[in-house]
């Protein structure tokens, strides 16, 4: 089993920057992607960003690309998502999710998920 553990949500101004963490404990190292989503209030979880195992190969859905960079350390059992050039329509609970495969941008491909955590842009 995976476990996954968000943190580094919080409230920031739009054009501010934040970065989100995922812990990660269990058999990460059969975890060949990691990947983060997002949910806003009424809509549906959208995929935001992968990374490969070696960290090689990332993807980004394109609304943020260029803003957002995710990375991972593997020897700390960690993913990032460092978020910069923030905007009100960045506002979610950002997920953080596993599988054992490569990168899908389809939620219901990752069969491991963390709580999420809350990021706020205020206008």
């Known amino acids: 089993q995976v476990q996954l553990v968000e943190s580094g949500g919080g409230l920031v101004q739009a054009g501010g920057s934040l970065r989100v963490s995922c812990a990660t404990s269990g058999r990460t190292f059969s975890m060949r992607t990691m990947a983060w989503f997002r949910q806003a209030p009424g809509k549906e979880r959208e995929f935001v960003s992968a990374?490969?195992?070696?960290?090689?190969?990332?993807y980004y859905t394109d609304s943020v690309k260029g803003r957002f960079t995710i990375s991972r350390d593997n020897a700390k059992n960690q993913v990032y998502l460092q978020m910069t050039s923030l905007k009100p329509e960045d506002t979610a609970v950002y997920y953080c999710a596993a599988r054992p495969w490569g990168a899908s941008q389809s939620a219901a491909e990752y069969g491991y998920w963390g709580h999420g955590t809350q990021v706020t842009v205020s206008s």
């Open positions: 990374i490969s195992w070696s960290g090689g190969d990332t």
